[in-house]
């Protein structure tokens, strides 16, 4: 790839011809309106990106415009009679800025020159999130702008990302107090927003986190693949739930992951490429490379994304004479075809793969010397994701259209090291394998003039099988495993309008039905006749109603209320226990929201924001270590989840912003009906000196308070979080310099439901800072990762199969040095 990547440059640039983009006629239905509404109309149906440099512009009135035209004309129509003027960037941007004041035709009075203003950094080409610009929720389905959204949504720019380096979801939890995950491994981790967790492990239940590509939904019961962000135009989180627009899986909320659309008016490549050095461990690199290709004079584009990504091992195995193990290496790419159809359609042929290797685990013994781990077995581990997808578009009469289609295949290969002290080395093996079929077709009236709405249906399957295998090394026989499918057919529908000056409210509903179908896997022939009841219940429907309202009010300028209800669901399906195969039950969370924000996000000196909710989760699902010590899944029972959240932003001179935010949460089980739990305490905590209370009664039955002492918080969710961030940018000559700062602290949380996995995590700080000395054509980058070169836990499961595994914990990654740089032609 090294060599080819100079080629394909030269190739590109001998080839490009003198595009005439700003003359390319496209076809235009803007309504009249405020700036606000008509600027992402603009943009879409020009396939460009326009930034609003002066915040007091956005609700002036400007005219309607229909028809065939350039994108230079378009603009120019619109601003007709305004005293906004549109001044080009590039080939794909523009900026509306203010007119300058005639000078005045009779001078009043001498006054002194003028100051020079500062000179200013360069201002990035895209719309979404930009200084100055105004942020659109299009993960709202309504293009609705973030000042008129009633809920927490996060914008997260895709260049911000990618700055410092590219470490996939790592770099959102790094931004954002309210995220979490596991640390098991980059490709089988479990995504966690607002407190809803559910449980350490990746089994049967459904994710807590909706993972969108776009409007492609990424998975349903399998891990965060933990795609690599290059080339993406932004990503918006959603605070949860949000079952009304997203369905089933989205309790906690989504994560929406835009990336960069083929471009029909420019040729062009990019690289990056960086080396990095690891204290107490073995180097590693990174090579990207970005190309777009116009394919004719028709409006078609290709775009192509790669990337190899390894991270050198810094954890040692004395035991077996290991240094280093825990490496991973990161191949992928992603394709995307765009064909103009001609009367505004547009189709998207789009594909994704990408392969994670890790040569073994991240964790460490507890009492063993920094970053050392002795274990009998490698436990290597794979995760090979695969995504093809079809969208078509069509924008008409203020209206858009768009139906996304996609297949997914999703495997996941584990290992863990289930030796015993004494005996031979044993492991176990876990794969899971998942196929996904999802269409969603939607009509929507992008949000302007006071209102918006969506309608849509949607069609998924997904059937997901997990196999496991136990042994030695040589020979290993089958375990139990089980295969769940789910059909799922859905309608919904969300309005949103200005009821008052001022006041705006929304409403929704989505009607869902499932059917659900499982089945075990090698199961021994005497167990499954024991179990054939169990077995003649996995096939059931299911229907769902999920309806939402809120209202939003701005009683004072730069002052907004918002008040929400919103419901999320999670199908049921069959789980594992021992030998035998057993149906846990579908769960609902119901949850109000306030909050009160302050100033304009991005476009005023100063800005805040505050959120409270209060969840009620009924029937939880959660993954929990069995009897026998294998991982299982059940309703454990029903919980209360509060959550307070707030940031806020400071911007005191042009260049340099101030960032800040914090979470609290407080979470518990307040009711437990699994009886599996009940035995597994029973066999933990019964006749153990020391124990407060009786932890059995004289009938052998635990009591309710025994149990939600020892069970009762919600797992892996930390109570606490606080997050800051300091941003600098500022020309220097021809270039451009930036700087960017992080510290965040992540409180105590407990690993999971259950005695077993009681242990605690957390209470740690990641520091962080990044640099790049440059402009739009080339860089020089440096990041400093772990500035303190802390140790941490930010996991506490190592392999739940031998004993002892309360004495695992998973450090962060020690002080990591970054160099790079990166090209554009």
Known sequence: MSRSLPLLAAAVLLCAPAAAAAAEERAFDVPKGSLASAVPLISRQGGVSI?????????????????????DEAIRRMLAGTDARAVRVSATSWRIERRPSPPPKVARRATSPPKTPPPKA??????????????????????????????????????????????????????????????????????????????????????????????????????????????????????????????????????????????????????????SLTQHGDPGGDLGATVNLPVGDNGHALRLVGYMVSDGGYIDNPFRGQKDVNRVNVRGGRGTFRFDAGDDWTVDFGGLYQATLSDDAQYTDRDAPPL??????????????????????????????????????????????????????????????????????????????????????SILDNRTRQKREFGDAFMQAPLTGVTNSITEFTGYGEATAEIFPNVIASGGIRFSHARLNGSGEDVPLAFAVANREIAASAHRSETDLLPSASILASPFHNVTLYLRYQEGFRPGGLAVDSNFVRRFRNDQVQTFEGGIRFGEKGRT????????????????????????????????????????????????????????????????????????LRTIVVQNFSGTPGLPGAPVNADGSVTQDVLLGRLGQIPNVARYAVRGA????????????????????????????????????????????????????????????????????????????????????????????????????
């Not at 930034?51 to 994108?71: C, E, I, P």
């Not at 062009?268 to 490429?273: E, P």
């Not at 794979?382 to 009469?397: C, F, N």
């Not at 199969?801 to 032609?825: C, H, K, N």
Request: charge should be negative.
């Open 726 to 825: 300091i941003n600098y940018a500022a020309p220097m000559g021809d270039e451009d310099f930036r700087i960017n700062g992080w510290a965040n602290y992540i409180g105590p949380s407990r690993l999971g439901i259950g005695p077993v996995l009681g242990e605690g995590q957390g209470d740690y700080v990641d520091t962080g800072v990044a640099m790049r000395l440059g402009n739009n054509r080339r860089g020089l980058s440096l990041t400093l990762t772990n500035l303190f070169d802390a140790r941490g836990n930010r996991f506490s499961l190592g392999t739940p199969f031998v004993e002892g595994s309360a004495g695992f914990l998973t450090p962060l990654r020690p002080r990591t040095l970054r160099i790079a740089i990166d090209l554009a032609y």
């Open 122 to 275: 360069r201002e990035p080409d895209n719309l979404v999130a930009g200084p100055g610009d105004e942020i659109i929720v299009t993960a709202s389905k309504t293009d609705l702008p973030y000042e008129n959204y009633a809920g927490v949504a996060t914008v997260l720019d895709g260049g911000d990302l990618a700055f410092g380096g590219e470490r996939g979801m790592e770099s959102i939890l790094s931004r954002m107090a309210t995220v979490s995950s596991t640390h098991l491994g980059s490709g089988r981790n479990k995504l966690f927003i607002r407190g809803i967790a559910d449980s350490s492990f990746t089994g049967p239940t459904q994710s807590t986190v909706g993972q969108y590509l776009g409007d492609i939904r990424l998975s349903y019961n399998a891990p965060d693949p933990d795609l690599r962000l290059y080339d993406i135009e932004s990503v918006e989180v959603l605070e949860g739930p949000q079952g009304t627009l997203y369905g089933a899986g989205s309790l906690g909320g989504i994560i929406r992951v835009v990336p960069q659309a083929p471009d029909p008016d420019a040729q062009y490549v990019q690289a990056i490429a960086g080396v």
């Open 372 to 457: 050392v781990r002795n274990s009998m077995v490698d436990q290597n581990a794979s995760a090979k994701y695969g995504l093809g997808t079809i969208v078509i578009m069509k924008d008409w009469d203020g209206l858009h259209f768009q139906s996304s289609n996609a297949m997914v295949s999703h495997r996941v290969f584990e290992r863990f090291d289930a030796s015993k002290e004494g005996e031979p080395p044993r492991i176990l093996d876990q794969r899971n394998t998942t196929r996904l079929f999802v269409s969603e077709t939607r009509l929507s009236r992008p949000y302007h003039n006071g209102l918006g709405w969506v309608i849509g249906a």
């Open 605 to 676: 000196p100063f800005d805040a924001n505050i959120s409270v909710s209060h969840s009620r989760w009924r029937d939880i699902q959660a993954d929990f270590i069995d009897s026998n010590g294998f991982p299982s899944t059940a309703n454990i029972g029903d919980g209360r989840i509060t959550s307070i959240s707030g940031a806020f932003a400071v911007r005191p001179m042009r260049g340099l912003s101030l960032e800040a935010g914090a979470v609290y949460n407080h979470s518990r089980v307040d009711e437990l009906f699994a009886e599996a």
């Open 51 to 71: 930034s609003v440099a002066d915040a007091g512009l956005w609700n002036g009135r400007v005219k309607a415009v229909r028809g065939r035209m350039s994108v």
